[in-house]
């Protein structure tokens, strides 16, 4: 099946691109580059464009004869968002709903959403399942939780089927060392860990050591880019294998385990063999002191199982993808 990947030049898209691949698909990656990786994109063919771009977006759908769609394309940094709501609501909430447009048009209904476990805001039960209340208390959060409501709609009246994913932190990179994380700016933990690890300079900010938590750092639920991207192809299986249009289904990924800050850069120094040098700053806006996941319905539903989700695997194969990118760059 050919399958158009928003932002499939990107982190998550890529790893998924590469599992669809596996799976005897063709992804077809649609990215604008803004963020995005041309090296990324192995495993089908390449289309630039932005989803804001209704009419291309169209033209590539029927161009590949593609029978579905999985939509990553979004900036996705949570202290951003705060900055800059104006440009997170047009390209996130807008250039969505010029490709749910362009879907429409083209009769492809089929799509399976990169959302976030940001849409909660602040927990009120841990781990959170898909009942958790969302409140997101960012931006960021907000696009994505309007997007989720968006494709609620378009399912109930428009004969659309989505499946939507909420991913904990996504981190770690492909096993096989193919491609990984490399975003500019870089603003998440732990490639900042491992680069101050590599470069045996500088110091990563920890941002706020007051929260309620057991050390004062936030908590994070981190799960293996690898597990996301597999769960992107059981969710197109479940999708397709729902015979009845008009299926809406929410998932959380995530793998039910907390680890502090200040734990992710303790154990990224026993894998570096590093000294990672830390200093204290404020809170960041827009961050939430815990966020652990509840993944069984994914489990029970799409038969979802993590294989490479715990912290030290995470680590370990992000930090064999720095060294080799690194000198690639
Ligand atoms: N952190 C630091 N210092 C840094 C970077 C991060 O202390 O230099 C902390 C953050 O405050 C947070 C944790 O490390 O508590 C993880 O932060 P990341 O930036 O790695 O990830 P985020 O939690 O901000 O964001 C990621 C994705 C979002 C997604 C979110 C869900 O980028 O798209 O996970 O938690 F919504």
Redesign the pocket.
């Known amino acids: 099946m050919n399958i158009l990947v928003t932002g499939g030049a990107g982190y998550i898209g890529s790893h998924t691109c590469k599992a669809l691949h596996d799976q005897g698909h063709t992804p077809v990656a649609y990215d604008n580059l803004t963020y995005g990786h041309p090296w990324a994109v192995k495993w089908g063919p390449f289309e630039r464009g932005d989803v804001a771009d209704t009419a291309k977006v169209l033209e590539t759908l029927k161009k590949y004869g593609c029978e579905a769609v999985v939509h990553f394309a979004a900036f996705?940094?949570?202290g951003e968002s705060v900055q800059k709501p104006d440009v997170y609501y047009k390209n996130n909430v807008g250039g969505t709903l010029s490709l749910l447009l362009a879907m429409n048009e083209a009769a492809v209904k089929n799509i399976v959403f990169s959302s976030?476990?940001?849409t909660f805001g602040g927990p009120i039960t841990i781990p959170m399942n898909e009942k958790h209340p969302q409140n997101p208390i960012s931006p960021?959060g907000r696009t994505k939780l309007i997007i989720e409501q968006m494709l609620k709609d378009f399912t109930t009246s428009l004969g659309f089927s989505a499946a939507i994913l909420r991913y904990?932190?996504?981190a770690g990179a492909d096993p096989s060392c193919d491609i990984g994380e490399d975003h500019d700016p870089e603003?998440?933990?732990?490639p900042?860990a491992l680069k101050m690890a590599a470069e045996g300079k500088g110091a990563?900010?920890?941002?706020g050591d007051d929260y309620d938590t057991p050390d004062g750092t936030?908590v994070?639920d981190y799960i293996h880019v690898t597990d996301l991207a597999n769960a992107h192809i059981a969710a197109l299986d479940y999708i397709r294998n729902h015979k009845v249009r008009g299926l809406y289904d929410d998932f959380n990924l995530g793998n039910g385990k907390g680890f502090s800050?200040k734990e992710v850069i303790s154990r990224a120094e026993k894998i570096t063999g590093k000294v990672i040098r830390q200093t204290i700053g404020p809170r960041?806006p827009g961050?939430p002191p815990v966020?652990v996941g509840d993944s069984r319905k994914a489990e029970e539903k799409l038969g979802w199982k993590t294989a490479y989700s715990n912290l030290d695997t995470i680590i370990e194969t992000a930090w064999k993808w720095h060294l080799k990118h690194q000198n690639q760059r």
């Open positions: 996705s940094y949570v976030t476990c940001a960021y904990f932190n996504a603003t998440h933990l732990i900042i990563v900010t920890i941002f936030c994070r800050v960041r961050d966020l």
